[in-house]
C-alpha cells in the first residue's frame, strides 16, 4: 500500500446530525485497511478531486464490506461542498493514519469517554468498538457535551444503549434555555461539571477524551484530583495537518509529530510539553 496514494470512494449516503454536521458513509474497495484495519481515533485523510484534502477522525467500525463512516462538520472549503454531496459522487480516501486509543489497555477496566462537540466522531467509533464485545470491560461511561440540544448528535443510538443498561449516559449543554424540549436528563453546564458528582473507582478507570482543547486542562486537573493516574488518561488532540504521514512537521506537538505519534497521546506523554493542549 501506498500511504501518499488516495484509492478512489463513492458516497453511499450523506445524512444530516445537525445543522452544520452530517453523518458521511463512503464505500471504497472491500478489504482495503483504509476501510477495514483501524482503531478507534486513528484518521484518514479525504480528498475532494480538485479542491483538496482534509483529516478525519473515524466514526464507526472497521468493516470488511469496504464501507467508512465519517462525521463531516461543514465549516470550510473542503467540508462546505461535502455538505451536498449525493450518493455516487467520488472522493479519495488514504489511511488509516495515527497512533488510536489503546484497546488493549483497556482490557478489564473501567472506561470514562468524555466527548465534546465533533469529538463525539471519534468516541462514537471507540463506544461502537467496545460495546462489540462488552463483556471484555467493566463500567462504560459516557459524558457527552455540545454546544445546544440540537447540536447532541447520535442521540437516539446512545439512549437506546443507555436504555438497554449497557452504558451510562449523562449529557450536558453549555447554553440554557435549549434544554427545554431536550432529551431527559439533560444538564446546562460545561463538560467538566459532569466530572463533579461521578463515582468512580479510579485505580480500575481509564479516560478517552475527545473535544475542544479548551476543556482539556481542565478535565485532566479534574481526573487527577478524583485520582486518575496520567498514564490512564487519553486525550486525542487536533492540529492542521497536511501530509498525515510524518513528512512535513505542519502538527507538531513538542517534539512528536500529531499525525504519526497521535493524535491520541496519554497526558503522561504530554506533561511535560509547553502549550500540548491548546
Ligand atoms: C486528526 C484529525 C481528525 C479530525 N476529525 C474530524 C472529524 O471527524 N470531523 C470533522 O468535521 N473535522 C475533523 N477534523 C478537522 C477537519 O480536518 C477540519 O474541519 C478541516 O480540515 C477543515 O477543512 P476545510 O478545508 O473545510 O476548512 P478550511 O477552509 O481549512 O477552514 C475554513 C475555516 O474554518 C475554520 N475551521 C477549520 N476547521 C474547523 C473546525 N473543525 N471547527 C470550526 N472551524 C474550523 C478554519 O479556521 C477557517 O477559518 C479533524 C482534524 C484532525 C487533525
Ligand atoms: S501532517 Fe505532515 S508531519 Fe504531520
Not at 482495503?32 to 467500525?61: D, K, M, N, R
Not at 449497557?166 to 449529557?171: N, P, R, T
Request: proline content about 8%; charged content about 15%; glycine content about 12%.
Amino acid at each position: 500500500m501506498n500511504s501518499h496514494l488516495p484509492i478512489p470512494a463513492v458516497v453511499a449516503a450523506i445524512r444530516p446530525l445537525a445543522v452544520d454536521t452530517s453523518l458521511l458513509t463512503l464505500h471504497t474497495e472491500p478489504g482495503h485497511p483504509v476501510a477495514s484495519s483501524f482503531l478507534p481515533g486513528q484518521f484518514l485523510q479525504l480528498s475532494l478531486p480538485g479542491v483538496g484534502e482534509i483529516p478525519l477522525s473515524y466514526c464507526g467500525v472497521p468493516s470488511r464490506d469496504g464501507s467508512i463512516e465519517l462525521c463531516i462538520r461543514h465549516v470550510g472549503h473542503v467540508t462546505t461542498p461535502l455538505k451536498s454531496a449525493a450518493p455516487g459522487d467520488a472522493v479519495g480516501v488514504r489511511g488509516p493514519f495515527g497512533h488510536g486509543f489503546p484497546l488493549s489497555a483497556y482490557a478489564g477496566q473501567d472506561l470514562l469517554l468524555i466527548a465534546g462537540g465533533l469529538g463525539i466522531a471519534p468516541l462514537r467509533s471507540l463506544l461502537l468498538t467496545l460495546l462489540k464485545q462488552r463483556e471484555l470491560w467493566g463500567r462504560l461511561t459516557l459524558l457527552y457535551g455540545a454546544r445546544e440540544t440540537g447540536a447532541l448528535m447520535f442521540l437516539d443510538e446512545l439512549l437506546e444503549f443507555q436504555r438497554r443498561g449497557v452504558i451510562e449516559l449523562q449529557l450536558t449543554v453549555d447554553r440554557p434555555g435549549y434544554c427545554i424540549n431536550g432529551p431527559p436528563e439533560c444538564r446546562v453546564a460545561l463538560l467538566p461539571a459532569l466530572l463533579e458528582q461521578l463515582a468512580l473507582e479510579p485505580g480500575r478507570t481509564c479516560a478517552a477524551i475527545c473535544g475542544p482543547p479548551v476543556v482539556y486542562p481542565l478535565l485532566v486537573s479534574r481526573l487527577r484530583l478524583l485520582g486518575v493516574a496520567d498514564d490512564r488518561i487519553h486525550l486525542s488532540l487536533e492540529r492542521r495537518m497536511k501530509c498525515g504521514v510524518g513528512l512535513c512537521g505542519h502538527c507538531a506537538v513538542g517534539t512528536r509529530l500529531c499525525c504519526v505519534d497521535g493524535p491520541v497521546f496519554s497526558f503522561a506523554e504530554l506533561a511535560g510539553i509547553e502549550g500540548a493542549l491548546v
